[in-house]
């Protein structure tokens, strides 16, 4: 129609013109027409396309309020999502099933909705999706806060969104009771510390639970999918059915697990697999082990030995090394032997260790000392001590072999007992001594003059015996009570054996064969060579004895850590158990009074004991005798011996004689006059005094007693040395003279005669002093200087220096020294170390020594302290050595005859 009309009004000609035109005229106004007519033609489809424009967003807006309408009331939750997981819109179902508000919902992500597994599920689900752009639909996916699972689909909505559609697994009682028991199982998985995964086929984990996720440290969305080899790596590809402890693999860091794999139920193909971190029980176990291994080494290393043992039977679950020495059995046969080993023990200590087990039952200690004996015979000495564990009806306890303490102390037990011995017989020796000297010379007067070949003369001859028989006995009893005192040398005890191997030999006689081996050789013990001589002879003696018929005697030496062993065995009789107990105790003995006073071992023990050294005695009826001494080695030491004298003996001059005792001043009157000696005689200090305030008696040597009432006899001689001419002395005593000198009663070194003592011991110790004295007198004068603050002892020392015939300077302060003694200039220097008003003898003793006029002078020290606390000092400042103060006479002169002229 509009096209009908154009065409019309187009053959129409123009109003008012003219009929003719030109042809150009007519040609321009054809194409006008023409674009008149396009132009018409686009307005009219432009305006159906606006007509159908309008209805398809009628259309639209109708499609989209159903849709909307149907989302809304779908019975199904539609979800937005983003790639990252965020929600960006939530219909009216996700609302309700969620339990969340739509406006909440929105913006949050899914794994605040979904546990860790399901979430990686879902993740796991939506790479699917996207890579295949094809649905992907998960059945039984837990919500975080509900119980009931859902079915969820993801599908790819455009590059940038997912479409999540989820519906609630609703079909019946039945499986929702599945639901909730699955729900519940996860969560229990979760709640379980150990890690828990399942593998599909390939190895790949497919679900973990949190345990899982805290051992590999790793989030449940990296886990899914992962293989399972590349966390555990010795596990394989497809994990093998088992218990295994393996290593993990957690970050950088290698992970002790116990790895459990199973398969899964109801599928097969599907493996389950638990790891547990085990680092806590390897460590502990790693500790427990090393602890077993340090108490097997104590066990193994130490004496004592360790035992556990099941209470009601008594087997032995456990016995350390050390049992096989204490009981002399190997291990084995402890295995075998139920606690507490009564057959082992001593039959006379049975009836109290069966005593102590019922005690223990009754919930008392168990801890008692009991003999056992070993199949060689030995007896050892045990201390077991054990414990109930009540918890495990278990005996633990310890056992020490205290057979060595045991021995000390009876040792020590019967050296108190001599040594009270000794200390009473200290305490009469001296009168008895006194006794037995009166009676010697009174045997001597009368055999003097009594004619040789009359009848008493052989009486009297036995009295002498048994005078020197008493004297003997008397030596030995003080010698048993002289376990104190120390030994001063020392020597070697192969070289004394070999020494005396002839002597032994003449002892045992030809009946007995001596055998020697000499395994200490240069091996030196502290003692005396008298001393090892009398145990040597004592044991030999003894064995003898024993070996009346003949037989062998073995003496044997070896070197034991640091001892010395000297084995005496004999061959002989033997003795029972009674004897053996008592055979170190003074005056016991088993033979006639004739051959013996029960003195031979108990001497003995008593020096053996002095040497710091033990005796044991083992012996069986039949069997012989083993007697074994233990020596501790010494440092080489030289043994003190007294000066020889060079001059021939005399038998002229005048002998001062002082004691209490009228027999013994009788006695030494008699051997004197038969040495040609003159004498004068004193009762008493007092007495002896007076005598020497006669200067028309002239007095070579004088002879005193050591203990007198009022003065002692040092006492006396110092004074007579002090106040008059100097004269050599010769002590008498009873007393042993270590124990006077250790009393301080005698001064060390003193010449002292042991009472009773005959004419030809008298006659050397007194040539041995008038030598000594001539040697004194002969020496040459020298320049002394004595430095000392103590007026006295300073004065006293000048005085005692000038009777010897030296020119003596003194000097009681340093500053005093320092002025005078360079110009003394001295030979000799005694000086104190501890001067007065602070000043130091050392540093005193250095400054003169610098100066030339003093400088060749020598350098004594003297000192009330110990001199080994000053020597080292003494020696730094130029000191030849350190005298101890007080200093008698003879040490002095002792010292200078020493000093080079």
Same mark, same amino acid.
């Given at each position: ?398 056992? @020490? ?451 030339? @006029? ?48």
């Amino acid at each position: 129609m509009t096209g009908t009309s154009s065409r019309h009004h187009r053959s129409e000609p123009l109003a008012g013109g003219v009929h003719s035109t030109s042809p150009a005229d007519s040609e321009a106004t054809d194409r006008m027409l023409d674009m008149v007519y396009e132009l018409e033609s686009l307005r009219e489809q432009l305006a159906l396309q606006v007509q159908a424009e309008t209805q398809a967003r009628v259309e639209l807006a109708s499609v989209r309020q159903r849709y909307f309408e149907l989302c809304e009331v779908a019975p199904i939750g539609y979800l937005s999502i983003d790639r990252s997981f965020r929600i960006r819109s939530a219909n009216l179902r996700s609302s309700l099933l969620f339990e969340i508000d739509r406006r909440a919902l929105s913006n949050m992500k899914l794994d605040e909705l979904f546990h860790a597994t399901a979430m990686a599920r879902l993740r796991h689900a939506a790479s699917a999706v996207l890579a295949k752009d094809l649905p992907v639909t998960l059945k039984h996916l837990a919500a975080r806060k509900l119980v009931k699972e859902l079915t969820v689909t993801l599908a790819h909505a455009d590059d940038s969104l997912l479409l999540a559609v989820f519906e609630e697994v609703s079909d019946g009682p039945a499986e929702e009771r599945a639901r909730t028991r699955d729900a519940e199982l996860q969560t229990i998985l979760d709640a379980v510390g150990t890690g828990i995964v399942t593998v599909d086929a390939e190895g790949r984990i497919r679900t973990c639970n949190q345990g899982a996720v805290t051992l590999f440290d790793c989030p449940a969305t990296q886990l899914v999918g992962t293989p399972l080899v590349r966390l555990v790596p010795e596990l394989g590809v497809i994990p093998k059915l088992g218990h295994h402890e393996l290593t993990a693999r957690v970050g950088t860091r290698k992970v002790p697990v116990e790895v459990s794999v199973t398969t899964g139920a109801p599928a097969p193909a599907t493996l389950v697999v638990a790891l547990s971190d085990i680092s806590e029980r390897k460590q502990g176990q790693r500790e427990r082990n090393e602890a077993l291994l340090r108490f097997n080494q104590i066990a193994e290393h130490i004496t004592d030995a360790f035992y556990v043992a099941m209470g009601s039977s008594g087997e032995s679950l456990y016995v350390s090394p050390a049992f096989a020495r204490l009981y002399g059995r190997p291990l084995v046969a402890h295995q075998s032997e139920p606690w507490p080993r009564l057959r082992w023990v001593h039959e006379d200590d049975r009836p109290r260790v069966s005593e102590g087990v019922q005690a223990l039952w009754a919930g008392g200690a168990f801890d008692i000392e009991y003999r056992v004996v070993h199949p060689n015979g030995d007896v050892r000495t045990l201390h077991d001590r054990a414990f109930m564990l009540p918890d495990e009806r278990r005996v633990t306890g310890i056992v @020490r072999d205290v057979t060595h303490e045991r021995a000390i102390e009876e040792g020590l037990r019967q050296a108190q007992r001599l040594e009270a011995m000794g200390t009473l017989a200290s305490g009469v020796a001296h009168d008895f001594n006194n006794l037995l000297m009166g009676l010697g010379g009174c045997v001597q007067l009368a055999r003097v003059r009594i004619a040789p070949e009359h009848a008493a003369q052989s009486y009297l001859h036995r009295a002498s015996e048994a005078i020197l028989r008493g004297a003997n006995l008397t030596r030995q009893i003080l010698r048993i009570g002289e376990t104190g005192r120390a030994p001063e040398g020392s020597v070697v005890l192969d070289d004394v054996l070999w020494r005396l191997r002839d002597v032994l030999k003449s002892v045992l006689g030809d009946a007995v064969t001596l055998t020697l081996s000499l395994g200490a050789t240069e091996r030196h013990i502290a003692g005396e060579p008298a001393d090892i001589e009398q145990i040597l002879v004592n044991l030999v003696t003894n064995a003898r004895d024993a070996m009346p018929k003949g037989g062998t005697l073995d003496i044997i030496t070896t070197v034991v850590e640091n001892d010395v062993i000297l084995d005496i065995e004999d061959s002989g009789a033997g003795m029972t158990p009674e004897v053996q107990a008592r055979v170190f105790e003074p005056f016991f003995t088993t033979k006639d009074q004739t051959r013996g006073t029960g003195l031979g071992l108990a001497t003995v023990f008593a020096l053996v004991r002095r040497l710091r050294g033990t005796v044991t005695l083992d012996s069986e009826l039949g069997r012989g005798t083993l007697v074994r001494t233990r020596f501790p080695l010494a440092e080489p030491r030289v043994e003190r011996r007294p000066p020889d004298s060079t001059y021939p003996p005399q038998s002229d001059g005048t002998v001062l004689i002082v004691d209490d005792d009228p027999l013994v001043r009788l006695t030494v009157e008699t051997h004197l006059e038969a040495l040609g000696y003159r004498m004068v005689i004193a009762s008493s200090a007092e007495e002896a005094v007076e005598i020497c305030e006669d200067q028309t008696i002239k007095i070579d040597v004088m002879v005193s007693d050591v203990m007198m009432p009022g003065m002692l006899g040092p006492q006396l001689f110092e004074t007579l040395r002090n106040r008059y001419k100097k004269f050599p002395v010769v002590y008498m005593s009873a007393h042993p003279q270590e124990e006077l000198v250790r009393q301080g009663h005698l001064p060390d070194g003193a010449r002292v005669l042991a009472k009773p003592f005959d004419a030809a011991a008298l006659s050397e110790a007194l040539n041995l002093a008038l030598a000594n004295d001539r040697t004194a007198r002969e020496t040459l004068s020298r320049r002394l200087f004595v430095i000392d603050d103590d007026v006295d002892i300073a004065e006293g020392l000048k005085e005692i220096l000038e009777l010897e015939g030296h020119t003596v300077g003194v000097a009681h302060s340093a500053e005093e020294a320092l002025r005078v003694v360079p110009v003394f200039r001295p030979d000799v220097v005694f000086c104190d170390v501890t001067l007065g008003a602070g000043a130091d003898g050392f540093e005193l003793t250095m400054a003169l020594k610098r100066d030339p @006029r003093v400088e060749h002078a020598t350098f004594i020290g003297l000192t009330g302290l110990q001199t080994s606390a000053v020597k080292v000092q003494g020696r730094q400042a130029g000191m030849l050595r350190v005298l101890a103060k007080p200093i008698s006479t003879d040490k002095l002169v002792a010292v200078l005859k020493s000093l080079p002229i």
